[in-house]
């Protein structure tokens, strides 16, 4: 029986010699081999995970990693450290351990998880160790991609320390890159081959773009010299240099870089609005004035700068023709009490400015204006071309006396919105009289007596 026993035992070590080898030789995993975890208690190799004999052992009577291993981090199995960047990998600890250090990590690529170095880690071309990048010029350094990676192609390693060359200087305040010593001679808009070239260069707000021309940074604005790229102003009060800072910014076309009147404190210009513009409260965008009842506008302000106690309404039906482009409104006066309005129904009275009239309801009144170019003929109750409207002389007429208004009519409707019914008033609904009237109208003379004094 000796015999046997023993010739088992042969057998029994042999196989699994031979399973180790084909896992060796064939790249077959025999990972997991054993179940006591690493650092565990054990008699025998075979009992341990990983590969016993290859990755692991028993020594001690505690299952280890052999060298050139480390425990995985559920201590189910023995990983191999990894000395090359872009070495196969399971967990990142393999490339810390091994020569790509602690900037190291284990990235997973498709199929493959390799090790690389992290954000604040760079790796010399057929170097395999991972340094620390540089911050800022004067940090330490062992060779020049240590301080390109973050300062600059103008800087270099440089006695153990990050520098910039000899034509560069810092970059104020943080000196965290390098910049041409002397600032590019090409004007924005002229051709170049690179940045360096350009004016501004050395404060990085230029650039020399793809098409092969000096260019402003986005966020900067060239100034009139074309040699300087200024910063985009996006506030009134903000200071500035030339007007296109304001008006390339939010405060737009009607802003101007100007000294402030109302904070002589601030040395310099700072962006406000032209003396034709007006901003709401708070707001940091200039609009144009208006100048007529019915000029387009968006806020209220444009309105009441030139015209008195008025508002911008909002784009209606019966003002459709009033609002030019994409305007918001039209401004227009305020309702409210008109002596020339009767106390009760609704009528519409002329006004001293032909292109305007008003509509009276229970003695309140609303400013409507014509369409461009015409007048409120009173007999029609409708705008009308001016050659209907005799009474108009230069776009004014003498006030109408109450008498000449249209008879009041009961209300039957809710009278909220006066605008309702006054589409048709806007425009002339037939055609134009091939002659004027030939009777004087008798509520005002032919001509005023003084338009011939000069």
Do not use: W
């Not at 590019?184 to 793809?210: A, D, L, M, Q």
């Not at 009134?236 to 910014?249: A, D, I, K, R």
């Not at 200039?286 to 100048?291: I, L, R, V």
């Amino acid at each position: 029986m000796k015999p046997l026993k023993y010739s088992f035992f042969i057998t029994t070590v042999t196989f699994l010699s031979f399973i180790l080898l084909l896992g060796k030789v064939t790249g077959l995993k025999t990972d997991n081999f054993g179940t006591t975890p690493i650092g565990f208690p054990c008699t025998n190799t075979v009992e341990c995970v990983g590969e016993p004999g290859v990755s692991s052992e028993c020594r001690n009577n505690i299952c280890l990693c052999k060298s050139g291993y480390l425990p995985s981090y559920g201590l189910d199995n023995c990983l191999p450290i990894v000395n090359l960047i872009g070495g196969e990998c399971e967990e990142s600890q393999q490339c810390q351990q091994g020569t790509p250090g602690r900037l190291s990590e284990c990235v997973s690529e498709q199929r493959k998880s390799s090790c690389q170095c992290t954000s604040d880690g760079v790796n010399e071309l057929c170097a395999h160790v991972c340094l620390q990048k540089a911050e800022t010029v004067g940090d330490p350094c062992e060779v020049d991609i240590q301080c390109t990676a973050n300062l600059g192609e103008l800087s270099e390693c440089s006695s153990g320390i990050c520098a910039c060359l000899p034509d560069a200087k810092p970059l104020p305040p943080g000196n965290n890159s390098c910049v041409p010593a002397k600032d590019g001679e090409v004007p924005i808009g002229n051709p170049c081959r690179f940045s360096t070239e350009c004016v501004g260069s050395s404060s990085f707000t230029s650039e020399c773009t793809v098409s092969g021309r000096c260019s402003c940074k986005p966020g900067f604005v060239v100034n009139f010299l074309m040699n300087q790229c200024l910063p985009i102003v996006n506030k009134l009060g903000g200071t500035c240099v030339e007007s296109q800072q304001c008006q390339q910014g939010t405060p737009g076309t009607f802003s101007t870089c100007s000294k402030s009147n109302f904070k002589p404190n601030i040395n310099g210009s700072i962006c406000n609005c032209t003396s034709n513009a007006v901003n709401s409260p708070g707001g940091n965008e200039c609009y144009t004035e208006a100048k007529l009842v019915g000029d387009s506008c968006i806020i209220h302000e444009q309105c009441i700068s030139k015209l008195g106690p008025s508002q911008c309404i909002e784009n209606q039906t019966a003002f459709v023709l009033l609002c030019l482009g994409a305007f918001a409104g039209v401004c227009l006066a305020q309702e409210g009490v008109y002596p020339e309005c009767p106390a009760t129904g609704t009528t519409q009275i002329a006004h001293p400015n032909c292109t305007i009239f008003i509509v009276c309801i229970e003695g309140r009144g609303t400013e409507i204006v014509c369409s461009l170019g015409l007048y409120y003929n009173p007999a029609t109750t409708l705008c009308d071309f001016p050659f209907n409207v005799p009474e108009c002389i230069e776009g004014t007429r003498a006030p109408l006396p109450p008498t000449t208004t249209r008879p009041t009519t009961p209300i039957t409707e809710d009278p909220t919105d006066p605008t309702d019914d006054l589409t048709s008033t806007l425009v002339p609904t037939g055609e134009p009289t091939e002659e004027p009237p030939t009777e004087e109208p008798t509520e005002a003379p032919e001509e005023p007596t003084t338009t011939n004094t000069n």
